[in-house]
């Protein structure tokens, strides 16, 4: 979580998911949305920001037999693609969704990793149009054999995950999907940012922000 | 160098019979039961820790979402999720214990006899050296009346309670009322130690773009800063009509904040939404009060409460 001021508004820290660790340098990856990242876009380079982390936990690893699919939707993408990049031996299938083109990110370093992403835009102004996940069950899922040995990793908005959530459930492939929820403090006191699971509320901060699908009760 | 200067200084305070070695608490709510802090903070340096209010049995809490933040302030709606007095008993008190924090078990009851109990149960625990009951809640066998809302009824529930145990009873009281010295009279007639001054305000923010409350639940309890003023003249004006110590809270984030609760009345002060923001916070603000303190060659800190009222 970052600071992004020393004031008193906004108040909180903002969670922030990692897009890239290398060389003892964090890399965080995201999109002005409100009155944080408004801030945050405006510090020049050399600022001090106080940070609280890494916290929570991470995606799972997958055993070796595991074929790799991976999920983006819009900024979901920052994670995924640091995941990405960890599993580009394994050659890891991407899907992109987007609501534009412009909203597209990253791609090219997705090539460098040696992987060509399949990418669909709400309005069709680049790659396939529609969602990401009907894209991703026709080209990738039809018949039993092609689901077998499958895993799947997403991160993106709700309803792109509890649409994943729920054909991964019917063709019962494993699938972790990491979460967002308002938060205030980042260690788990607050219980504010909860996700209902069938083991109860479950705190995004500690436990997650990566969960199995299925272990989330999808409202 | 004068003499006040050679002496050291003395953060100790007295809640009633409650002796703390100063006057910085957690706020219920902001600290979980301790345990979750122990990287951050030396818990025993703390005056006292207020645990995340108790019931009989565990509560699972509001739907998501359950906070927003607002202007220097945050709305929450958790709804009282808490492991029950059992769980913290058996599972969190024993750290508690091992760390020689001074504990004070915040706790709440749908009913007078859900109070009684919660009290009875939580006197007869080990390590714990004081209650605090939050009548901020409903009374669910009657009406529905918010006990800290009508005096009658938080008379009632505090008279209770205060038969029910020998710790040092402290009262928290909700600000969402008309005339909150009446209801401190209200609590100190009934039988308590100390107050609380304040809860959350109640408050509500509704996202624009679709026409909706931001909060599941509707509406949610405002805190940090934003209800600080509100919360200092809550304290100043308890703090004349009142006999018993009172314990500030609402907003506070440095020392100058918690000299302010004190010059309004407050004998000790407690963080809230400052642990969220930073949870090293009430270590920072223990050292700012040091050093304030020596600059103003203050002995006792004890004897800033009630600067105000001169």
Redesign the interface.
């Given at each position: 979580m970052l600071?992004v001021n020393k004031g008193?508004?906004?108040?909180?820290?903002r969670p922030f998911s990692i897009h890239q660790f290398c060389n003892g340098d964090i890399k965080i990856l995201y999109r002005v949305v409100g009155k944080g990242t408004e801030i945050l876009s405006n510090c020049s380079e050399g600022s001090t920001l106080?940070a609280?982390g890494p916290l929570g936990n991470k995606f799972p690893a997958p055993s070796k037999k595991k074929r790799i699919i991976l999920v983006a939707g819009g900024m979901g993408v920052a994670p995924l693609f640091y995941l990405a990049e960890k599993l580009k031996k394994r050659g890891p299938v991407f899907f992109y969704g987007a609501r534009t083109a412009d909203e597209v990110l990253l791609v090219s370093g997705l090539r460098s990793l040696g992987i060509i992403p399949t990418i669909s835009t709400d309005d069709g102004s680049l790659g396939k149009k529609g969602n990401i996940i009907s894209v991703l069950n026709k080209s990738m899922l039809q018949g039993p054999e092609s689901c077998e040995n499958l895993i799947l990793y997403a991160c993106g908005p709700e309803p792109m995950l509890r649409a994943l959530s729920r054909l991964s459930n019917k063709l019962n492939i494993p699938c972790n999907v990491s979460v967002e929820?308002?938060?205030?403090?980042g260690?788990?006191?607050?219980?504010?940012?909860?996700?209902?699971t069938h083991k109860?509320?479950k705190r995004v901060c500690r436990e997650g922000p990566v969960f199995r699908s299925d272990d989330i009760v999808w409202? | 160098m004068n003499v006040s200067m050679k002496r050291n200084i003395d953060l100790s305070v007295k809640i009633g019979t409650l002796k703390l070695k100063n006057p910085v608490m957690t706020a219920s709510g902001t600290f979980g039961y301790g345990d979750e802090y122990s990287e951050f903070v030396d818990i025993h340096k703390l005056g006292a820790v207020v645990v995340k209010g108790l019931s009989l049995k565990p509560k699972e809490g509001n739907p998501p979402p359950r906070i927003v933040e607002t202007p220097s302030g945050m709305l929450n709606a958790i709804g009282l999720q808490n492991i029950g007095i059992d769980a913290f008993v058996k599972r969190k008190l024993p750290y508690l214990r091992e760390v020689r924090a001074k504990v004070i078990a915040n706790f709440f009851g749908d009913s007078v006899g859900e109070y009684v109990q919660a009290a009875e149960k939580l006197s007869a625990a080990d390590g714990i050296h004081a209650l605090e009951m939050n009548i901020s809640c409903p009374n669910k066998q009657e009406g529905w009346i918010v006990f800290g809302t009508d005096p009658r009824v938080a008379y009632e529930v505090v008279s209770a309670v205060r038969k029910a145990t020998t710790l040092p009873l402290i009262v928290k009281l909700s600000p969402n009322v008309t005339d909150i010295a009446a209801m401190a009279r209200t609590a100190e007639d009934a039988g308590a130690d100390a107050l609380s001054l304040i809860n959350t305000l109640t408050g509500m923010a509704i996202d624009i773009r679709n026409g909706k409350p931001k909060l599941a639940n509707t509406v949610g309890g405002l805190s940090g800063p934003a209800i600080r003023p509100v919360a200092v003249r809550m304290v100043y004006e308890c703090y004349r009509k009142v006999k018993i110590p009172i314990i500030g809270m609402g907003g506070i984030l440095s020392a100058d904040d918690v000299i302010e609760f004190m010059l309004a009345g407050a004998a000790a002060v407690a963080v809230g939404t400052g642990n969220f923001i930073n949870p090293r916070i009430t270590m920072d603000i223990l050292g700012e009060l040091k050093i304030y303190m020596k600059s103003q060659g203050i002995h006792a800190v004890s004897r800033l409460t009630g600067g105000a009222h001169c």
């Open positions: 600071s008193n508004d906004p108040l909180l820290k106080e609280l929820q308002h938060m205030a403090c260690i788990g006191t607050c219980l504010g940012c909860i996700v209902k109860g509320h409202d | -």
